[in-house]
C-alpha cells in the first residue's frame, strides 16, 4: 500500500539533478520553472494519495515502516534507509509539498530574469527533497541527514546573492547558529542510543521501536539531559531563544525562500522533532517547562521587536519567530497536536504573508526603478496606498493578517485560541499556566498590533513614493497572484479541519493525529491532575483572545490610521523603550560582546599565538635542521671526477683488502 | 717463453700507473690515456689467461673491450672538443657547472 512512498522525495531529487546539472544549458526560465514546480507537484499528488491510503485504514493501523535497504550496520548499531507514514509524518508530507508547490510557482513570476535562475530552482527542489527526508526518515539518523540537508539549502538560498556581503553574512551567521543546535541534536542521539543500549539493551534509533520501549524510561534524570540536547537542536532549527537571531538576518534571501523555508516549513522542523519524540519529552517534566517557557518568551520578545521594525520582510521574520514560539509553548504543555496544528494553518498565512510582501516589493522595485529613486523597496516607510495600485494582493494579504491576528472563523484563531485554552488548562505546569497563557495572550495583542501596522503602513492611507514611481505601480501577474489566492482560500477556511470540540462539532485534525500522541496523553493524565473541563471558561477564555486580537487592531487602527502623529508622540515619550525595541533589544549586540568576540579573540590567539609560533615553527625548524645538516654534507659532494674517481679506487682497495686478510 | 705470472705482473704495472694518471693528472687528454692504459693491461690479462687456459673466449672479449674502448675514444674526443671550444682549456677542474 505504502510501497511507493520513496518516489515522494525521488521526484524534487530529480528536479534539482536536472536543473542543478543541465540548467544553464536549458536556459529556458518556463522549462526550468516548469521542471522544478512539477517535480514538487508531483510529490504532492503522491502526497496526497498517501494520506487517503491512510484515512482508509482504521484509526489503529496508520503507522507504517516502509524499509528501502539497510544503509548502516555495525555490531548492534543498525540504521535503515527507511521512511515512517503515519499521520503526523503525512501533515507534514501535505503542507511541504502543498505548499511548496505553491511557492515554486510563484517563483517562476517572482525570478524572472534573474541572474542564476536554474540555480534557484535547483537549490528550491533540493530543499523540498532534504525536507521530505526529514519527515519521512523512520530514524533519528535519517532524520537528521534530512535536518543538515535543509541547513545547507538554507544557507544556499539566503546567499543566493552571494555578491552581496550582507547576504554571503546573514547566510554563515544561520548555517553557524544551526550548527550550535544541531550539536546538541546529534549529543542528544548519541546520548539516547548510548543509554538505552547500555542500561536497557535495546539498541535502537528507531522511532516506533523507541516509542513502543518508553515505558521502561525512567521521568527525569537522563531522559531530560536528552531532552534538553533535542530541545537545543529544536531551538537552533526554529530560531528560539537562544538561537533566533539568525532568522530576521535570513531575509536577505529572495522572498519566496523567506516564505518557504524561513516560514512554512524548515523553522518547523524543530517542531515537528519535538512532537516525533513526545514519547520521551513527556517523561522529562523539566524539559517539558523550559520548552514551554523558551516557547513563551520568544513569542512575547519577537513580537515586540515586530512592533517597532519598518521592513516589511524583518517585521514577519519576527513573526515567524513569534509564531514558532506558540508553537513550542504547544509542545512545552503537552499539546502536540494543537502546536502540529498551529504549524500547518502558520504555514498557510505566513507563507501567504510573505509571498504577497514578495508582491509588494517586487512591484515597488519596479516602480522606484523606473523613477530611478534610491529608496529602499523594503522599507514600509516608502509604502502605502498599496490597496488601489494591487487589489488583490491587497485583498489575500489581508485575510491572511486577519487569520493570523487570531480573529475568527479564519485559520489562525482556531490554532492560537486551542494553544492558549491548552496553556491555561493544561495541569502540567501547575501555577505557572497563567503566566504561560497570560504571555501568549500578551504576544497575541502584539502580533493583532503589528501585522495590522504592517497591513495600514503598505497598504492603506497615502502613496509615499514620489509620483513617477507611482505611476509605475502594478498588480503582479497572474503566476504570483494565483498561489496567493490559493494560500488566502486556505488561511480562511484551513481552520475548520480542527474546530474545539465546545462547538459541539469533531476535531477532525486531533482525531487525525491521536494514534501518534495518544500514549503520551495518557502519560501525562497519569502522572498529573486531571485537565481542567469547564465549557463556560472555555468560552470566556476564547473571547478573551479574540478581545486582544481586536485591541490590537484597534490600538494599530488608532495609530496608523486615525492618527497620524501618534507613533511620533509615543516614540517622543519613551525614546529609550523605542531605541531597545527598534535595536532588538540588542541581542546582536549581546551575542557579540558575549559569544563572537570573545570566540574572535580565542581564534586570533590561536592563529598569531598557537598557529604561527608553534605549528609553523615546528615545521620551519624541522626544515632548516635538514637545511643545516644539508649545508655540512654537502662538502662531500665536490664534484671532481678525480675526488670521485679516487673513494671509488679506495673502496675497491679496501674490499680487496677485506676478501683477502679476513 | 715467459710465464703466466710475467704477463700478470706487467699487465698490474700497466694498470696501476693508469689509476695513477686517471687520479693525479688534470688534463682531460691524459686522463683519457690512462684509461686507455688500464683498459689495455686488463686486455693483457685476458690474451695470457686465454692462452694459459687454451679458451679462445679471452681473445674474443679483448676485441669487445677494444671496440669499446674505440667508441669511447671517439665520444670522449668529441667532448674534448666541444668543451675546449667553450672554454679554451681541458682542465677537468673547470668542468664544474653542476657542482653547488
Given at each position: 500500500m505504502f510501497d511507493n512512498v520513496w518516489l515522494i522525495p525521488l521526484f524534487p531529487l530529480l528536479g534539482f539533478l536536472i536543473n542543478g546539472l543541465c540548467g544553464r544549458v536549458i536556459r529556458e526560465e518556463r522549462v526550468i520553472g516548469a521542471i522544478g514546480s512539477l517535480a514538487v507537484f508531483g510529490s504532492f499528488v503522491l502526497s496526497a494519495a498517501t494520506l487517503g491510503n491512510l484515512l482508509s485504514l482504521p484509526a489503529g493501523e496508520r503507522v507504517h515502516n516502509v524499509t528501502l535497504f539497510t544503509w548502516i550496520s555495525s555490531g548492534t548499531f543498525r540504521a535503515d534507509a527507511a521512511f515512517l507514514i503515519d499521520p503526523l509524518s503525512c501533515v507534514m508530507l501535505m503542507v511541504i509539498t502543498g505548499v511548496g508547490f505553491l511557492i515554486h510557482l510563484y517563483s517562476i513570476g517572482y525570478m524572472?530574469?534573474?541572474?542564476?535562475f536554474f540555480r534557484f530552482f535547483a537549490y528550491l527542489n533540493l530543499f523540498t527533497f532534504a525536507m521530505l527526508i526529514l519527515v519521512m526518515g523512520n530514524n533519528l539518523l535519517i532524520m537528521f541527514v534530512g535536518w543538515e540537508g535543509v541547513g545547507l539549502c538554507s544557507y544556499l538560498l539566503i546567499g543566493?546573492?552571494?555578491?552581496?556581503k550582507s547576504a554571503c553574512d546573514a547566510g554563515k551567521k544561520a548555517f553557524i547558529m544551526n550548527r550550535v543546535g544541531d550539536f546538541g541534536f546529534l549529543l542528544g542521539i548519541f546520548t539516547l542510543f548510548w543509554y538505552l543500549g547500555q542500561s536497557h539493551g535495546i539498541w535502537t534509533i528507531q522511532f516506533t521501536e523507541l516509542a513502543r520501549h518508553a515505558d521502561i524510561l525512567p521521568t527525569g534524570g537522563v531522559v531530560t539531559i536528552i531532552t534538553l540536547f533535542l530541545f537545543l537542536g529544536a531551538t537552533g532549527k526554529s530560531a528560539?531563544?537562544?538561537?533566533?537571531?539568525w532568522l530576521p538576518d535570513a531575509?536577505?534571501?529572495?522572498t519566496p525562500v523567506s516564505a518557504l523555508?524561513?516560514?512554512?516549513?524548515m523553522v518547523t522542523a524543530g517542531v515537528y522533532m519535538i512532537a516525533r519524540m513526545n514519547f520521551l519529552f513527556v517523561r522529562a517534566p523539566e524539559t517539558m517547562l523550559t520548552v514551554a517557557l523558551v516557547g513563551c518568551a520568544t513569542a512575547l520578545f519577537a513580537a515586540t521587536i515586530g512592533t517597532a521594525q519598518n521592513d516589511i520582510k524583518r517585521v514577519l521574520a519576527y513573526s515567524t519567530v513569534s509564531q514558532l514560539g506558540y508553537m513550542f509553548l504547544a509542545m512545552g504543555i503537552g499539546a502536540f497536536s494543537a502546536g502540529i496544528f498551529h504549524l500547518v494553518t502558520h504555514a498557510f498565512f505566513k507563507a501567504c504573508l510573505f509571498l504577497g510582501s514578495g508582491a509588494v516589493i517586487h512591484s515597488m522595485h519596479h516602480a522606484l526603478h523606473h523613477a530611478l529613486s534610491?529608496?529602499?523597496?523594503?522599507?514600509?516607510?516608502?509604502?502605502?496606498?498599496?490597496k488601489s495600485h494591487m487589489p488583490r494582493t491587497y485583498w489575500t494579504f489581508f485575510i491572511a493578517t486577519v487569520a493570523i491576528a487570531g480573529i475568527?472563523?479564519?485559520?489562525g484563531f482556531f490554532s492560537k485560541d486551542e494553544i492558549l485554552w491548552r496553556a491555561f488548562?493544561?495541569?502540567?505546569?501547575g501555577n505557572l499556566n497563567y503566566l504561560l497563557w497570560g504571555c501568549g495572550a500578551l504576544a497575541a495583542l502584539l502580533t493583532a498590533f503589528y501585522m495590522f501596522r504592517l497591513l495600514f503602513m503598505t497598504f492603506?492611507?497615502?502613496?509615499?513614493?514620489t509620483p513617477e514611481a507611482k505611476a509605475h505601480l502594478r498588480e503582479s501577474p497572474a503566476i504570483i497572484v494565483f498561489p496567493l489566492i490559493v494560500l488566502a482560500f486556505l488561511s480562511a477556511i484551513g481552520g475548520f479541519i480542527g474546530m474545539p470540540r465546545l462547538f459541539g462539532v469533531a476535531n477532525l485534525f486531533e482525531e487525525f493525529l491521536e494514534p501518534v500522541f495518544s500514549r503520551s496523553a495518557e502519560y501525562i493524565k497519569v502522572g498529573h491532575a486531571l485537565e481542567l473541563h469547564n465549557p463556560l471558561l472555555e468560552w470566556e477564555m476564547m473571547g478573551a483572545s479574540v478581545g486582544v486580537a481586536v485591541i490590537g487592531i484597534a490600538i494599530a487602527f488608532s495609530m496608523?490610521?486615525?492618527?497620524?502623529t501618534l507613533p511620533e508622540r509615543f516614540v517622543a515619550a519613551f525614546p529609550l523603550l523605542y531605541r531597545v525595541v527598534f535595536n532588538k533589544w540588542y541581542l546582536d549586540e549581546i551575542y557579540d560582546l558575549l559569544i563572537v568576540n570573545p570566540c574572535k579573540a580565542t581564534a586570533r590567539f590561536l592563529w598569531?599565538?598557537?598557529?604561527?609560533?608553534?605549528v609553523d615553527g615546528v615545521v620551519n625548524g624541522a626544515a632548516t635542521l635538514l637545511m643545516g645538516a644539508s649545508r655540512m654534507l654537502k662538502?662531500?659532494?665536490?664534484?671532481y671526477v678525480h675526488n670521485y674517481a679516487l673513494s671509488m679506487a679506495i673502496g675497491v682497495v679496501v674490499i680487496v683488502a677485506c676478501y683477502i686478510f679476513r | 717463453m715467459p710465464a703466466l705470472h710475467d704477463y700478470l705482473i706487467v699487465a698490474a704495472i700497466l694498470f696501476a700507473i693508469g689509476a695513477v694518471g686517471v687520479l693525479t693528472r688534470r688534463n682531460a687528454i691524459v686522463i683519457f690515456m690512462s684509461i686507455e692504459l688500464m683498459l689495455n693491461a686488463v686486455n693483457l690479462t685476458f690474451v695470457a689467461f686465454s692462452r694459459y687456459l687454451g679458451n679462445i673466449d679471452g681473445q674474443i672479449f679483448v676485441l669487445f673491450v677494444m671496440t669499446v674502448a674505440a667508441c669511447e675514444a671517439a665520444v670522449g674526443l668529441a667532448l674534448m672538443i666541444a668543451f675546449y671550444k667553450n672554454r679554451e682549456s681541458i682542465d677537468v677542474e673547470k668542468m664544474n657547472l653542476l657542482k653547488w
Open positions: 524572472h530574469g534573474e541572474e542564476g543566493y546573492y552571494y555578491q552581496k528560539q531563544i537562544p538561537l533566533l537571531t531575509m536577505e534571501g529572495p523555508i524561513h516560514a512554512a516549513t534610491q529608496a529602499d523597496p523594503q522599507d514600509m516607510r516608502n509604502m502605502g496606498g498599496l475568527p472563523p479564519f485559520a488548562a493544561n495541569p502540567l505546569h492603506h492611507g497615502d502613496c509615499r513614493i496608523y490610521v486615525q492618527s497620524k598569531k599565538g598557537f598557529d604561527v609560533v608553534v662538502n662531500t659532494q665536490t664534484g | -
